[in-house]
Protein backbone atom coordinates (compact mmCIF):
# COMPACT_ATOMS: atom_id res chain seq x y z
CA UNK A 1 0.00 0.00 0.00
CA UNK A 2 1.18 3.39 -0.81
CA UNK A 3 0.72 6.38 1.04
CA UNK A 4 -2.41 7.47 -0.37
CA UNK A 5 -3.79 4.29 0.89
CA UNK A 6 -4.43 5.32 4.27
CA UNK A 7 -7.14 7.69 5.74
CA UNK A 8 -6.13 8.58 9.64
CA UNK A 9 -9.18 7.78 11.95
CA UNK A 10 -7.99 9.42 14.86
CA UNK A 11 -5.22 11.75 15.60
CA UNK A 12 -3.67 10.60 19.30
CA UNK A 13 0.02 12.09 19.92
CA UNK A 14 -0.18 10.50 23.33
CA UNK A 15 3.22 9.72 24.74
CA UNK A 16 3.53 5.53 24.98
CA UNK A 17 5.98 2.69 26.33
CA UNK A 18 7.30 0.78 23.33
CA UNK A 19 8.66 -2.68 23.66
CA UNK A 20 11.69 -4.13 22.04
CA UNK A 21 13.25 -7.90 21.77
CA UNK A 22 16.50 -6.59 22.03
CA UNK A 23 17.53 -2.37 22.86
CA UNK A 24 18.45 -0.72 20.00
CA UNK A 25 21.66 -0.97 18.78
CA UNK A 26 21.46 3.30 18.20
CA UNK A 27 19.40 4.42 21.08
CA UNK A 28 18.90 7.76 19.21
CA UNK A 29 18.10 5.30 15.80
CA UNK A 30 16.10 3.24 16.88
CA UNK A 31 14.16 0.54 15.10
CA UNK A 32 10.27 -0.25 15.03
CA UNK A 33 8.97 -1.49 18.64
CA UNK A 34 7.50 -5.47 18.20
CA UNK A 35 4.61 -4.00 20.98
CA UNK A 36 3.45 -0.91 22.55
CA UNK A 37 1.11 0.07 25.72
CA UNK A 38 -1.54 2.86 25.08
CA UNK A 39 -3.92 3.69 27.79
CA UNK A 40 -3.30 0.31 29.97
CA UNK A 41 -3.48 -1.89 26.92
CA UNK A 42 -0.74 -3.78 25.12
CA UNK A 43 -0.54 -3.89 21.66
CA UNK A 44 1.63 -6.69 19.51
CA UNK A 45 3.07 -5.07 16.26
CA UNK A 46 2.50 -7.74 13.98
CA UNK A 47 3.76 -6.10 10.51
CA UNK A 48 5.47 -2.57 9.96
CA UNK A 49 4.12 -1.32 6.92
CA UNK A 50 6.79 1.60 6.39
CA UNK A 51 9.58 3.83 7.79
CA UNK A 52 10.36 7.27 7.36
CA UNK A 53 12.32 9.76 9.47
CA UNK A 54 12.26 13.79 9.72
CA UNK A 55 15.30 15.48 10.79
CA UNK A 56 13.65 19.10 10.48
CA UNK A 57 14.41 21.69 13.20
CA UNK A 58 11.67 23.38 14.91
CA UNK A 59 11.33 26.74 16.62
CA UNK A 60 14.31 28.48 17.83
CA UNK A 61 16.19 25.31 16.45
CA UNK A 62 15.69 26.11 13.46
CA UNK A 63 17.50 29.32 13.24
CA UNK A 64 20.84 28.30 15.43
CA UNK A 65 23.00 27.27 12.79
CA UNK A 66 25.14 28.11 9.53
CA UNK A 67 22.99 27.56 6.03
CA UNK A 68 25.36 25.12 5.31
CA UNK A 69 25.20 22.83 8.76
CA UNK A 70 21.95 23.11 8.70
CA UNK A 71 21.63 21.42 5.21
CA UNK A 72 23.83 18.46 6.49
CA UNK A 73 21.86 18.45 9.35
CA UNK A 74 18.74 17.75 7.63
CA UNK A 75 20.08 15.06 5.87
CA UNK A 76 21.69 13.19 8.63
CA UNK A 77 20.29 14.82 11.75
CA UNK A 78 22.08 15.88 14.53
CA UNK A 79 22.17 15.69 18.27
CA UNK A 80 18.22 15.76 19.90
CA UNK A 81 16.72 17.00 16.92
CA UNK A 82 14.65 14.20 14.38
CA UNK A 83 12.07 12.00 14.33
CA UNK A 84 11.64 8.49 13.56
CA UNK A 85 8.54 7.61 12.11
CA UNK A 86 6.75 3.67 11.83
CA UNK A 87 3.42 2.95 10.38
CA UNK A 88 2.55 -0.07 12.13
CA UNK A 89 -0.83 -2.75 12.01
CA UNK A 90 -1.41 -4.98 15.35
CA UNK A 91 -2.15 -8.33 16.11
CA UNK A 92 -5.69 -7.15 16.25
CA UNK A 93 -5.81 -5.81 12.89
CA UNK A 94 -5.78 -2.12 13.75
CA UNK A 95 -3.17 0.39 12.07
CA UNK A 96 -1.09 2.83 13.91
CA UNK A 97 1.23 5.93 13.16
CA UNK A 98 4.34 5.57 15.76
CA UNK A 99 7.25 8.08 16.42
CA UNK A 100 10.43 8.34 18.46
CA UNK A 101 11.35 11.89 19.16
CA UNK A 102 14.44 12.56 19.59
CA UNK A 103 14.57 15.84 21.85
CA UNK A 104 15.29 15.65 25.39
CA UNK A 105 12.18 16.67 27.77
CA UNK A 106 14.61 18.71 29.65
CA UNK A 107 18.47 19.09 30.77
CA UNK A 108 18.37 15.73 33.19
CA UNK A 109 15.84 13.50 30.84
CA UNK A 110 18.43 13.23 27.55
CA UNK A 111 16.44 10.19 26.02
CA UNK A 112 14.06 10.45 23.66
CA UNK A 113 10.13 9.42 23.92
CA UNK A 114 7.74 7.62 21.87
CA UNK A 115 4.48 8.85 20.78
CA UNK A 116 1.73 7.09 19.18
CA UNK A 117 0.74 9.61 16.46
CA UNK A 118 -2.92 8.65 15.16
CA UNK A 119 -4.41 5.36 14.26
CA UNK A 120 -5.57 4.99 10.61
CA UNK A 121 -7.53 2.81 8.06
CA UNK A 122 -6.31 0.89 4.88
CA UNK A 123 -8.65 1.84 1.65
CA UNK A 124 -9.44 -0.95 -0.21
CA UNK A 125 -9.12 -0.48 -4.30
CA UNK A 126 -12.15 -0.37 -6.01
CA UNK A 127 -12.86 -3.50 -7.53
Known amino acids: ?7 PLQFIDEEITVHHRRPPTLEKKPEAPQAFDWRGQAFQ ?4 VSTWFDYERRG ?3 RNMAPPHAEAALRRG ?15 GRAFDLYYDRAPAKAGDRKGHWF ?5 RAIEPHA
Request: charged share 30%.
Open 116 to 120: LYREL
Open 78 to 92: SWGVGRFYFRVRTEG
Open 60 to 62: REA
Open 45 to 48: VAEV
Open 1 to 7: MTAADWS
